[in-house]
């Protein structure tokens, strides 16, 4: 049995929140580099330079790529022989975040109540926390922080097993076009699909934070994500839907068994800066 | 790629009649922020009968929530907003004189037809570029609002702002020409 202190995680969640904020990872950095290349319309040209010319501001200045630094989304994956020991985990990961977005000039989006009062908490607690218990005595962390520009462009839907794939390619395009210019195009969707419900928006999620460059393993849906690519960026949307050629960096599936009688599909829509960024303690 | 026109600030209708959907600018001058919370006080002012905080004839509103400034900054990364959710309350202003909105992402008929009617012009600038966007931001003071935080109704001097027409005066929408002429 290892020991982990809960101020260890607190500490590297601080630090994910503003690195993750400030700097653009390579594959999203080098998707946007191959966008701008492949980039017809000279306004969306324009907008890729921008974009490439933001994250490197971002990164020398210390400052974060875009104003709404997200929601904090955790995922963690615990070994199974670690032993948490001097707080508890949640005000751990909480206290992370807190730090993370004071810290770092981080903008706090978070309201306490969804409907009636929307109360800034002032801190961008709570996050929203995923957590597996994995085999191993190590803990590996992932924040994505999440901006809502492109999260109020998702959707889940419940299809029928009958519906079948060409089903879900409607459902990706149609919630694409009607996504337009929201969610800061060139966007990143990810697709999670089987499962239940709230499975299918998990995998959704996770589909994010998986490399751009990266197919699925099985062919079948690495074919599919393919397609999915081609169809969305054929809507000429756009960059920052002022038409274009690249409407999408990159579709990312995850897919999970699911019962016999249906077929969840969840499109979590994120923006052209993909953050994410992770540590193994 | 033209070249970007640059523009001084205040908007005077005659300046906005010479913009075409589509054109790059360059904004220099001061300019107002305010999203939904500042919108929706502005208004509730004008409901019961009150002055706006400041005079917006042929001034220019900007939608943006910035990050905190770190020290020595006059502000953090201050990319736009979505300003679909400012369209109940913009034609309001547009009466006022407001000649001028930065944001992103389309804007209701209720605003393009306020738009043709007083002779105004919707620029966008680009969503996420906050860090770069930042750099044209000189200075910033709240006027009005102050606990609404980032949301607070603020004066920005800004200096060669990069924006794009994508709604003029006479309602020519780049975000209905660009897309017609990619899709496949």
Request: hydrophobic share 40%.
């Amino acid at each position: 049995m290892r020991t982990i202190e809960a101020n260890q995680i607190t500490e590297a969640i601080a630090q994910l929140a503003i690195k993750a904020n400030y700097y653009l990872n390579a594959d999203v950095y080098n998707a946007l580099v191959n966008g701008r290349e492949r980039e017809e319309s000279p306004i969306g040209k324009e907008i890729f330079d921008i974009l490439i010319k933001n994250a490197n501001i971002a990164k020398e200045e210390e400052v974060a790529i875009c104003q709404d630094t997200g929601m904090a989304v955790v995922f963690m994956e615990i070994g199974q022989d670690v032993h948490i020991v001097g707080g508890n985990l949640e005000e751990a990961v909480n206290a992370g975040v807190a730090k993370g977005y004071f810290e770092g000039y981080l903008r706090k989006s978070v309201v306490d109540e969804p409907l009636f009062n929307r109360i800034n908490t002032k801190d961008n607690t709570p996050a929203i926390l995923h957590v597996s218990i994995v085999p191993g005595d190590k803990i590996k962390i992932v924040l994505a922080p999440k901006g809502f520009g492109s999260e109020n462009m998702s959707a889940l839907k419940m299809f029928k097993p009958s519906d079948g794939v060409q089903a879900v390619k409607k459902f990706v395009v149609d919630t694409v076009v009607n996504a337009g210019s929201n969610p800061c195009p060139p966007m990143v969707i990810g697709i999670g699909i089987g499962g239940t419900m709230e499975k299918a928006a998990l995998l959704a999620k996770k589909a994010l934070i998986r490399p751009l460059n990266v197919r699925n393993a099985h062919p079948k849906y690495a074919a599919l994500e393919q397609e999915l690519l081609e169809l969305v960026n054929n809507t000429g949307i756009g960059p920052q839907g002022l038409g274009g050629r690249i409407t999408t960096l990159a579709v990312n599936i995850e897919w999970f068994p699911t019962h016999i009688a249906g077929m969840p599909v969840a499109i979590n829509i994120n923006c052209h800066a993909t953050r994410h960024a992770e540590i193994e303690l | 790629m033209k070249e970007p026109i640059r523009l001084t600030l205040p908007l005077t209708a005659e300046k906005v009649r010479s913009l075409k959907a589509g054109d790059s600018v360059l904004i220099t001058g001061i300019v107002y922020t305010g999203r939904d919370a500042a919108h929706k006080r502005m208004v509730e002012a004008l409901d019961r009968g009150e002055e706006l905080p400041t005079d917006l004839k042929d001034q220019v509103i900007y939608y943006v929530g910035p990050t905190p400034a770190k020290p020595g900054r006059p502000i953090g990364a201050a990319g736009p907003t979505t300003s679909g959710r400012m369209d109940a309350y913009a034609p309001r202003l547009l009466e006022k004189g407001l000649r001028g909105m930065i944001g992103k992402g389309y804007r209701s008929p209720e605003v393009i037809e306020a738009i043709k009617k007083y002779c105004a012009v919707y620029f966008v600038t680009i969503g996420g570029a906050a860090a770069l966007i930042a750099k044209s931001i000189k200075s910033y003071e709240v006027i009005a609002y102050e606990d609404l935080g980032p949301e607070a109704h603020a004066k920005i001097y800004v200096e060669d702002f990069p924006a794009i027409v994508a709604i003029d005066c006479e309602g020519n929408n780049i975000y209905e020409i660009g897309p017609k002429q990619y899709k496949r």
